[in-house]
T-cell receptor, first 114, second 116 residues
Framework: AQSVTQLGSHVSVSEGALVLLRCNYSSSVPPYLFWYVQYPNQGLQLLLK????ATLVKGINGFEAEFKKSETSFHLTKPSAHMSDAAEYFC????????????WGAGTKLIIKP | GAGVSQSPSNKVTEKGKDVELRCDPISGHTALYWYRQSLGQGLEFLIY????????KSGLPSDRFSAERTGGSVSTLTIQRTQQEDSAVYLCASSLSAGGTQETQYFGPGTRLLVL
């Protein structure tokens, strides 16, 4: 069965430091991959997505992610963390047996230390 | 522009009572999803509506759960005889069309349900 694994339920970084949130997936065919962000008391919003074009995907707020097929990974990075990045981040992968369902990771809460 | 709205934002109910959760998708969006988000877990798919097609109910956890979408717009998720394990945040999302899983989903703020 397909799965999405986000390493670390909580990640803490200092303001100005590199942000790295890890996502690994399993899929028998090249999938579509997504990162969504959920700010406190708000709905999820799309950060970026990979749809089989460029493997390095740039998103909003300075985030980017690289699709690495050999490693089945789609890690999210940002060079310099800002206090406003504190939120929960979800990785999702398209289901191979559906043309509308996604499989979601458990989420990683990003904590920014001043 | 208006995003996806959900009501109520919070709902506290007693075990055994029925609850109705409402979702107003973005105008013109034909696809609508319901998800359940439990603490420390990812989003659990519940049901999917696309236009006038029969909904995909494969994610509903029991027959106590049902949903409808009237006029291709507003949707209501109903939970009958609520149980404590139903406590969670219920999220609604809409997308522009059935263009495939690469479509961006737009989420509402959710309804936080607590069953005592």
């Amino acid at each position: 069965a397909q799965s999405v694994t986000q390493l670390g339920s909580h990640v803490s970084v200092s303001e100005g430091a590199l942000v790295l949130l890890r996502c690994n997936y399993s899929s028998s065919v090249p999938p579509y991959l997504f990162w969504y962000v959920q700010y406190p008391n708000q709905g999820l919003q799309l950060l970026l997505k990979y749809t089989s074009a460029a493997t390095l995907v740039k998103g909003i707020n300075g985030f980017e992610a690289e699709f690495k097929k050999s490693e089945t990974s789609f890690h999210l990075t940002k060079p310099s963390a800002h206090m406003s990045d504190a939120a929960e981040y979800f990785c999702a992968v398209s289901r191979t047996d559906s043309n509308y369902q996604l499989i979601w990771g458990a989420g990683t809460k990003l904590i920014i230390k001043p | 522009g208006a995003g996806v709205s959900q009501s109520p934002s919070n709902k506290v109910t007693e075990k055994g009572k029925d609850v109705e959760l409402r979702c107003d998708p973005i105008s013109g969006h034909t696809a609508l999803y319901w998800y359940r988000q439990s603490l420390g877990q990812g989003l659990e798919f519940l049901i999917y509506f696309q236009g006038n097609s029969a909904p995909d109910k494969s994610g509903l956890p029991s027959d106590r759960f049902s949903a409808e979408r009237t006029g291709g717009s507003v949707s209501t998720l109903t939970i009958q005889r609520t149980q404590q394990e139903d406590s969670a945040v219920y999220l609604c999302a809409s997308s522009l069309s059935a263009g495939g899983t690469q479509e961006t989903q737009y989420f509402g703020p959710g309804t936080r349900l607590l069953v005592l």
